[in-house]
T-cell receptor, first 117, second 112 residues
Framework: DAGVIQSPRHEVTEMGQEVTLRCKPISGHDYLFWYRQTMMRGLELLIYFNNNVPIDDSGMPEDRFSAKMPNASFSTLKIQPSEPRDSAVYFC???????????????FGPGTRLTVT | AQKITQTQPGMFVQEKEAVTLDCTYDTSDQSYGLFWYKQPSSGEMIFLIYQGSYDEQNATEGRYSLNFQKARKSANLVISASQLGDSAMYFCATNNFNKFYFGSGTKLNVKP
């Protein structure tokens, strides 16, 4: 399996521009997660989906952020308009269905390093 | 909600020695999992080891073992025979079903 695929790997954009990050989860995984990692705040869960349905978006910082999962093999995280404080590494992760007690491990993509100038 | 505490922001260990990275958690759930991830300087997050709350035996994966003390709510990672390639950030995590909560991480430096 190719693992979780994210694109682009690096994105540099100007403040005010729209940014779209993409993720392809591992086939057969029915959970998908979006995280943001910064030095100041560590690893933050933004939103997660189960079977393409958003379950918890309480970590989405504000209305400028939106996420979709139109099918089992694709998800996007969009920031519109982007701001310099959005600069971070954004990870997508997927996991198989909850199995044994405590759930299943998550498999992370390589991340997208976003820089907003 | 769950909470993970990693009290060691940075640690050093001599190559070939063992090292323990501390992790405590706070949860009221009866069923939960404990996970450790490694993040090298290249940035990817690598899953290392998993322990279920009902598992009576400590989990082991090669040179990694998880010292699970349920009553103390601790899930320390033990790396035996440290290698230079073990230098990285290490994150402890717990979950409520599939929603994960991560600690702030411990930066491990292995000295030659």
């Amino acid at each position: 399996d190719a693992g979780v695929i994210q694109s682009p790997r690096h994105e540099v954009t100007e403040m005010g521009q729209e940014v779209t990050l993409r993720c392809k989860p591992i086939s057969g995984h029915d959970y998908l997660f979006w995280y943001r990692q910064t030095m100041m705040r560590g690893l933050e869960l933004l939103i997660y989906f189960n079977n393409n349905v958003p379950i918890d978006d309480s970590g989405m910082p504000e209305d400028r952020f939106s996420a979709k999962m139109p099918n089992a093999s694709f998800s996007t995280l969009k920031i519109q308009p982007s701001e310099p404080r959005d600069s971070a590494v954004y990870f997508c992760a997927s996991s198989p269905p909850v199995g044994l007690a405590g759930g299943s491990e998550q498999y992370f993509g390589p991340g997208t390093r976003l820089t907003v100038t | 909600a769950q909470k993970i505490t990693q009290t060691q922001p940075g640690m050093f260990v001599q190559e070939k020695e063992a090292v323990t990275l501390d992790c405590t958690y706070d949860t009221s759930d009866q069923s939960y999992g404990l996970f450790w991830y490694k993040q090298p300087s290249s940035g990817e997050m690598i899953f290392l080891i998993y322990q279920g709350s009902y598992d009576e035996q400590n989990a082991t994966e090669g040179r990694y073992s998880l010292n699970f003390q349920k009553a103390r709510k601790s899930a320390n990672l033990v790396i035996s025979a440290s290698q230079l390639g073990d230098s990285a950030m290490y994150f402890c995590a717990t979950n409520n079903f599939n929603k994960f909560y991560f600690g702030s991480g411990t930066k491990l430096n292995v000295k030659p």
